[in-house]
C-alpha cells in the first residue's frame, strides 16, 4: 500500500535556481492537492486538481505552477525558488471531493525544501 | 468565509489521564469539520470527521470529538492518553462552496508524559 509517493523527500537550492517536486497516488483519486506546512500556521493549499485535467488555485499560489500528468501523478514546479518558499510541501488525494463520505484526505511524507 | 482556530500551541498530559485538544470554528452554515493527525516527518492522517448528525464523533485510536453549535467548538478527547499519542494534532473546515478547499488550523502539539 504506498497511497502517496513524494519525491524529493529533501532539498536544498540557491535562490533562483529551479525545481519540480513529484506527487503520485495509487488509489485511484480524483482529486489532488499541494499544502506548504509553516511553523505556526498549519497547512496552507497552493494548488488543487479537482480532476485530471483541471486545475486551480489555493490560498497562496504565488510563485509557484502546477502539472496534473495524469490521474495519478500532479507535480509542483518552482520556477525560481526564494528564501520564502523555505517550507514542508505535503501532496494530499481524496477520492472525490464533492462527496463528504469520501472527502477525506491522504496526504504524502512530504518534502523539507530550503531555499537559501 | 470559513476557518478553524486552534487557541493552544501545545497540550502536555500525563500517561492515562483524559486529553482535550481544543479546535472553534467559524462558518456561515453547516460545518464539515475535521481532525488530522501528524507523528514526525510523516504527512497527516485522518482521525475523525463531523458531517451531520451525533454530537458526539468517534474516530480512530480511540479518538472522538464533540460538536458543541452553540460554542462553535469541536474539540477532540480521548478518555485514556497513552505516551503514543504524542503528536501535532491538526483541525480542519471543508470550504463551504468549494468543496476542495480545506482550511486547517495552526496545530496543537500533544505531549503525553509517562
Known amino acids: 500500500n504506498a497511497g502517496v509517493t513524494q519525491n524529493p523527500k529533501f532539498q536544498v537550492l540557491k535562490t533562483g535556481q529551479s525545481m519540480t517536486l513529484q506527487c503520485a497516488q495509487d488509489?485511484?483519486?480524483?482529486?489532488m492537492y499541494w499544502y506548504r506546512q509553516d511553523p505556526g500556521m498549519g497547512l496552507r493549499l497552493i494548488y488543487y486538481?479537482?480532476?485530471?485535467?483541471?486545475?486551480d488555485k489555493g490560498e497562496v499560489p504565488n510563485g509557484y505552477n502546477v502539472s496534473r500528468l495524469n490521474k495519478r501523478e500532479f507535480s509542483l514546479r518552482l520556477e525560481s525558488a526564494a528564501p520564502s518558499q523555505t517550507s514542508v510541501y505535503f501532496c494530499?488525494?481524496?477520492?472525490?471531493?464533492?462527496?463528504?463520505?469520501?472527502?477525506?484526505?491522504?496526504f504524502g511524507a512530504g518534502t523539507r525544501l530550503s531555499v537559501l | 468565509a470559513q476557518s478553524v482556530a486552534q487557541p493552544e500551541d501545545q497540550v502536555n498530559v500525563a500517561e492515562g489521564n483524559p486529553l482535550t485538544v481544543k479546535c472553534t470554528y467559524s462558518v456561515s452554515g453547516n460545518p464539515y469539520l475535521f481532525w488530522y493527525v501528524q507523528y514526525p516527518n510523516r504527512g497527516l492522517q485522518f482521525l475523525l470527521k463531523y458531517i451531520t448528525g451525533d454530537n458526539l464523533v468517534k474516530g480512530s485510536y480511540g479518538f472522538e470529538a464533540e460538536f458543541n453549535k452553540s460554542q462553535t467548538s469541536f474539540h477532540l478527547k480521548k478518555p485514556s492518553a497513552l505516551v503514543s499519542d504524542s503528536a501535532l494534532y491538526f483541525c480542519a473546515v471543508r470550504g463551504l462552496y468549494n468543496f476542495n478547499k480545506f482550511y486547517f488550523g495552526s496545530g496543537t502539539k500533544l505531549n503525553v508524559k509517562p
Open positions: 494530499a488525494s481524496s477520492e472525490a471531493a464533492v462527496t463528504l463520505a469520501k472527502n477525506i484526505q491522504y
Open positions: 488509489m485511484n483519486h480524483n482529486s
Open positions: 486538481s479537482a480532476s485530471e485535467g483541471t486545475t
